[in-house]
């Protein structure tokens, strides 16, 4: 049985709705307006710099961080539902200072990294000076087997040199960027999880070229933008090395739990809200001489809608629940299912969405566009559907396998 919200929680999640009501929710426009309002196409809009400082001083600021001293004290499930209300807006999570991929650094860096390392890069992430990016993916081999990785990262002297080509590198071109976490090979002869490396890279370090903003069925997604980079003989500090050579793949699997809790709950306040975007256009449209509201079809829809979301946030709550009882190994096949459910939600429920609205549905004037590419950008993101359902079946076949069979399989 999933436990109620603690009532830390509920009171968090109460002061959230209340900032989102009064702050953000009024100034969606106004962030739009500016954040197109320059001439540089990467800018970060003024609005959200004075949302965060409100935010800030009203202690509604890295919520995430379970079981962490530098969090505020949530489990996985209790932050479940704070996550859900700040994805109602697409921005809204870097309010509070827990925008991805920020949110999975910093946990990196809380969990794993030194002291040294902490206070130069953890601490001004945790203060919202700057943000962060996680350069892993890459054009030339599949990147959801992270083992694939490519990237080198080579021992000489004192320092770590680098070479290699990432994509998909979201926050690279963020103005107040001021760290890459890269995963690359130190040792392509160890054992296949124990060649790669995690190394923390400042982007102003020479030797690193962004080669292109890559675009999301047309959206740059500003004002993080996603690149492609090439690392040419970038040479760090060999202190720069998180938790050691060989660990990035322990690394990675501990980053990628919350992680994908965090989405999914965001994902479902995404939906939370399409859905009301839908509901509300069907009862103001008329066809055929009645409201599209009281036609069955579209009441068969908002029906499946409803139960959809109402699913994949028991699902999720589970998932996050069992996290924080048995740890992130003993729920690997409910975070697998959950990022499989909640994209796949996710992308029917914008489409949805947009069929209600018509042709008003294909540009943004209410956002859609821009939802439903997002929709479809995550189901690739974090690993795609085909990764987490081979996970999610092998691990439900290792049950009923016989141990001397389960041994040769492992």
Same mark, same amino acid.
């Given at each position: 049985m999933i436990p109620a919200q603690s009532a830390h929680s509920q009171a968090l999640a109460a002061r959230l709705q209340r900032f989102m009501d009064d702050h953000v929710y009024p100034n969606e426009k106004l962030y739009e307006e500016q954040l197109h309002a320059g001439p540089e196409q990467f800018r970060v809009p003024p609005i959200l710099e004075e949302l965060k400082a409100k935010a800030k001083a009203q202690g509604l600021w890295n919520l995430f961080l379970p079981h962490s001293e530098n969090g505020a004290g949530l489990s996985n499930l209790d932050y479940a539902p704070l996550a859900e209300i700040m994805g109602r807006v697409h921005y809204a999570s870097e309010v509070f200072n827990c925008s991805a991929p920020d949110t999975g650094n910093m946990e990196v860096?809380?969990?794993?990294?030194?002291?040294?390392?902490?206070?130069?890069?953890?601490?001004?992430?945790?203060?919202?000076?700057?943000?962060?990016?996680?350069?892993?993916?890459?054009?030339?081999?599949?990147?959801?087997?992270?083992?694939?990785?490519?990237?080198?990262?080579e021992r000489d002297g004192d320092d770590y040199v680098i070479n290699g080509?990432?994509?998909?590198?979201?926050?690279?071109?963020?103005?107040?960027?001021?760290?890459?976490?890269?995963?690359?090979?130190?040792?392509?002869?160890?054992?296949?999880?124990?060649?790669?490396? #995690?190394?923390?890279?400042?982007?102003?370090?020479?030797? %690193?070229?962004?080669? *292109?903003? /890559? =675009?999301?069925?047309?959206? +740059?997604?500003e004002p993080k933008g996603h690149a492609e980079i090439l690392f040419?003989?970038?040479?760090?500090?060999?202190?720069?090395i998180v938790l050691g050579e060989g660990r990035g793949f322990e690394i990675s699997q501990g980053r990628l739990g919350p992680g994908?809790?965090?989405?999914?709950?965001?994902?479902?306040?995404?939906?939370?809200?399409?859905?009301?975007?839908?509901?509300?256009?069907?009862?103001?449209?008329?066809?055929?001489?009645?409201?599209?509201?009281?036609?069955?079809?579209? #009441?068969?829809?908002?029906?499946?809608?409803?139960?959809? %979301?109402?699913?994949? *946030?028991? /699902? =999720?709550?589970?998932?996050? +629940?069992?996290?924080?009882?048995?740890?992130?190994?003993?729920?690997?096949?409910?975070?697998?299912?959950?990022?499989?459910?909640?994209?796949?939600?996710?992308?029917?429920?914008?489409?949805?969405?947009?069929?209600?609205h018509g042709a008003a549905g294909l540009c943004d004037d209410d956002g859609l566009g821009f939802a439903f590419a997002r929709m479809r950008m995550i189901r690739i993101g974090d690993g795609p559907d085909e990764v987490h359902n081979r996970t999610i079946a092998r691990l439900e076949l290792d049950k009923y396998r016989a141990p001397r069979i389960r041994e040769a399989a492992e």
């Amino acid at each position: 049985m999933i436990p109620a919200q603690s009532a830390h929680s509920q009171a968090l999640a109460a002061r959230l709705q209340r900032f989102m009501d009064d702050h953000v929710y009024p100034n969606e426009k106004l962030y739009e307006e500016q954040l197109h309002a320059g001439p540089e196409q990467f800018r970060v809009p003024p609005i959200l710099e004075e949302l965060k400082a409100k935010a800030k001083a009203q202690g509604l600021w890295n919520l995430f961080l379970p079981h962490s001293e530098n969090g505020a004290g949530l489990s996985n499930l209790d932050y479940a539902p704070l996550a859900e209300i700040m994805g109602r807006v697409h921005y809204a999570s870097e309010v509070f200072n827990c925008s991805a991929p920020d949110t999975g650094n910093m946990e990196v860096l809380d969990r794993y990294g030194s002291e040294e390392q902490k206070q130069r890069w953890l601490a001004p992430l945790l203060d919202g000076t700057i943000r962060s990016s996680y350069c892993m993916t890459e054009p030339a081999v599949a990147s959801s087997d992270a083992t694939n990785v490519e990237t080198r990262i080579e021992r000489d002297g004192d320092d770590y040199v680098i070479n290699g080509r990432k994509w998909w590198i979201t926050n690279a071109y963020h103005p107040h960027n001021g760290l890459y976490i890269v995963m690359g090979k130190t040792d392509p002869a160890a054992p296949r999880h124990l060649q790669q490396s #995690q190394i923390l890279v400042p982007p102003d370090t020479p030797g %690193i070229t962004r080669i *292109r903003p /890559l =675009t999301v069925f047309g959206y +740059h997604d500003e004002p993080k933008g996603h690149a492609e980079i090439l690392f040419e003989n970038v040479r760090v500090p060999a202190a720069n090395i998180v938790l050691g050579e060989g660990r990035g793949f322990e690394i990675s699997q501990g980053r990628l739990g919350p992680g994908r809790i965090h989405h999914c709950m965001r994902i479902i306040g995404q939906c939370e809200r399409l859905l009301e975007q839908l509901c509300r256009r069907l009862l103001n449209r008329v066809a055929f001489g009645k409201a599209l509201a009281d036609q069955s079809l579209w #009441q068969e829809r908002i029906a499946e809608a409803r139960t959809q %979301i109402n699913m994949c *946030r028991l /699902l =999720t709550q589970h998932a996050a +629940h069992l996290m924080d009882t048995v740890g992130n190994k003993g729920a690997r096949s409910e975070i697998a299912q959950i990022k499989v459910a909640a994209t796949r939600i996710g992308q029917s429920i914008a489409d949805m969405a947009i069929q209600a609205h018509g042709a008003a549905g294909l540009c943004d004037d209410d956002g859609l566009g821009f939802a439903f590419a997002r929709m479809r950008m995550i189901r690739i993101g974090d690993g795609p559907d085909e990764v987490h359902n081979r996970t999610i079946a092998r691990l439900e076949l290792d049950k009923y396998r016989a141990p001397r069979i389960r041994e040769a399989a492992e």
